[in-house]
């Protein structure tokens, strides 16, 4: 089974859940950057929320497929139809073979996730099928979806899903995200915590799946000495010499020499993530100990709705 892709604006790449420990070697994370839409999407084509997918930003998408396949489009999704239907987002959808589907980002978010029964059977690269683009590595040939490429399609289980729709899956929503602190507090005095915040910040349009560049109230530490490059996390918040915070994301760099004046917590991670360009988002402190413990909330939340939908052996993580 194969599928074509006839146009696409934006970008679109083909990711999984990532690469969960080649840290040692300078790999991120990697993988779709909400990692919660891309699990439901296919648990509603039962696949294993691990298998690859399409993730698409700021531009739609055109593809045809040569078999019958059910597909599933969740996170950012606007425009999604296939010829004059309109189908419904979040939702298990049946193509008979030769079907052309377009598909649009949304205008509230900016992630959107494509996943078709049997998932994109592109070769794994050192345990994961996600595409890094800052080496060309992994996914579809290492970069994004051009049209004329034809994408080769897995063999799709033989048992389908368990429900057909997922009503519940989050949206950005006026809730502060949480963040707490990153290792780096004691280089940061009270007004500069106090600063962020403060006052929303919004999300500038250099930023991509390295990571989130915002304007707001500006950060400086104590002193502008410069740091040893060292390890940095998923969703650290970085302060470089102009004082305008940079949220790491899946593609980000593993080490850098910017101070760390806090991070994202996990649980808010994709939905800080899908705030769009040009949006607004509003920060607010926690405790690591509740960090910890919404993690953990996020987590069995996700699963209950996985094993709602889909296969009952997926295993979120």
Request: glycine residues 12%.
């Amino acid at each position: 089974m194969i599928l074509t892709i006839r146009s696409v604006s934006g970008l679109a790449t083909i990711q999984d859940l990532g690469w969960a420990s080649q840290r040692a070697i300078g790999l991120p994370p990697s993988g779709a950057v909400d990692r919660a839409a891309l699990c439901i999407a296919n648990a509603l084509v039962g696949n294993p929320v691990t298998t690859a997918g399409i993730e698409l930003t700021l531009g739609p998408i055109e593809i045809e497929t040569s078999h019958s396949v059910l597909v599933a489009a969740t996170g950012s999704v606007g425009e999604w139809r296939s010829g004059d239907q309109i189908l419904p987002p979040a939702t298990t959808v049946a193509l008979p073979a030769g079907s052309r589907f377009r598909l649009g980002p949304g205008p509230q978010t900016r992630f959107g996730y494509l996943a078709i029964s049997g998932g994109m059977a592109v070769p794994e690269q050192l345990g994961s099928r996600a595409t890094y683009l800052p080496t060309g590595l992994g996914g579809w040939h290492g970069r994004g979806l051009r049209p004329g490429d034809v994408l080769p399609v897995g063999e799709p289980s033989p048992a389908p899903p368990a429900g057909t729709a997922a009503d519940s899956i989050a949206a950005p929503t006026e809730t502060p995200i949480r963040i707490t602190g990153a290792g780096h507090d004691h280089l940061f005095d009270e007004r500069a915590v106090a600063a962020l915040v403060s006052a929303p910040y919004r999300i500038l349009p250099q930023s991509d799946r390295m990571g989130s560049r915002l304007a707001g109230p500006t950060i400086h530490p104590r002193t502008r000495a410069t740091l040893p490059s060292e390890g940095t996390c998923l969703g650290a918040i970085q302060v470089p010499d102009d004082g305008n915070p940079i949220v790491i994301l899946h593609d980000g760099p593993t080490v850098g020499g910017y101070p760390k004046v806090a991070a994202v917590i996990g649980a808010d991670l994709g939905r800080f993530a899908q705030v769009p360009l040009g949006g607004q988002v509003q920060f607010a402190w926690t405790s690591r100990a509740a960090a910890e413990r919404a993690a953990r909330q996020a987590h069995a939340a996700l699963g209950r709705l996985v094993a709602a939908i889909g296969p009952r052996d997926s295993t979120a993580r």
